[in-house]
């Protein structure tokens, strides 16, 4: 028995909900995919696909639609192999409040029963980074390169770049494409490419802070709130925090129901979850 992590649980259930296995089935029936706009939302029909220029496509990511709607658009209209967005709310770590969407449904059900996640290099690298980076530019052990070896295994290219995306509230994303032909092909689209694929990274970073509920611009805590929920997360009360901040524990009351009031939290339980969740506060 393979062990996955209750929060990677949690993510299957939430996929297949979705019905992402829709799209496992479409490509068994080698149906192809159109995007169009209906009543300002994209939607997906299977019918010849539609190329679509690279402004249409920024125009399209700005409708209304989901995470998944961009990455099969940005598949389909660039004739990639894959895409895959990874998303952290948090400071925390990587993998702390994981939000992701595939266009391999096959290859991310393999990925998560492996708990590939803490050994995929393309994660590790694209977590810690601020500018974009090809898949062979990153160091790999062994371990790490097996992760590799087994994506191309199962369909997802030969070759892969990495957009990472951070707000000005340390959420992080990476926006993941790959393809086949040569290192040299590769590279050529890659560069033909790089400023609207930035570009691109950007919109569906927007469009999966809007899916989690998250507004683009994070409540803005003072220092002294910030502070406050911080210890507040480590298990310090009132008066400890007020021993540490040396100011008094009635100050500290007072912004601990600012910072509450500015989270639209009820109990500050709920404050401290939500500031960990927006990368508010690191505890």
């Not at 991310?108 to 029963?113: A, H």
């Not at 898949?135 to 199962?154: L, Y």
């Not at 925090?241 to 939290?265: F, G, H, M, N, P």
Request: one cysteine or more; aromatic letters at 8%.
């Amino acid at each position: 028995m393979v062990f996955l992590p209750s929060v990677y649980q949690s993510l299957v259930c939430e996929e297949l909900h979705k019905g992402l296995y829709t799209c496992l089935q479409t490509t068994r029936l080698q149906c192809n995919l159109k995007w169009e706009e209906t009543g300002g939302r994209m939607h997906r029909g299977r019918e010849k696909l539609v190329r679509l220029t690279q402004t249409e496509i920024i125009e399209a990511m700005n409708e209304p639609g989901s995470v998944e709607d961009a990455i099969f658009l940005l598949r389909d209209s660039l004739e990639l192999k894959h895409v895959t967005f990874h998303m952290n709310v948090s400071r925390a770590g990587p993998i702390n409040y994981p939000f992701v969407r595939t266009t391999t449904p096959e290859w991310i059900f393999r990925y998560m029963l492996m708990n590939y996640v803490s050994i995929d290099p393309v994660v590790r690298a694209g977590f810690s980074a601020t500018e974009p980076f090809g898949w062979h530019e990153i160091q790999m052990n062994e371990r790490e390169k097996a992760v590799i070896t087994d994506s191309q295994a199962h369909g997802v290219g030969a070759h892969g770049h990495c957009f990472p995306t951070v707000d000005r509230f340390s959420r992080r994303s990476i926006l993941s494409i790959s393809g086949d032909g040569s290192l040299e092909g590769w590279l050529s689209f890659i560069e033909q490419n790089f400023s609207f694929l930035r570009q691109a990274a950007q919109l569906i970073h927007e469009k999966a802070l809007a899916e989690l509920s998250l507004s683009i611009a994070a409540p803005a805590l003072a220092p002294r709130e910030a502070e406050c929920l911080l210890w507040t997360a480590r298990g310090k009360d009132s008066k400890a925090i007020a021993a540490i901040l040396e100011i008094s524990e009635y100050t500290v009351r007072s912004y601990l129901r600012t910072a509450r009031q500015k989270l639209e939290c009820r109990t500050l339980s709920q404050a401290v979850a939500k500031a960990i969740q927006q990368g508010l506060i690191d505890p």
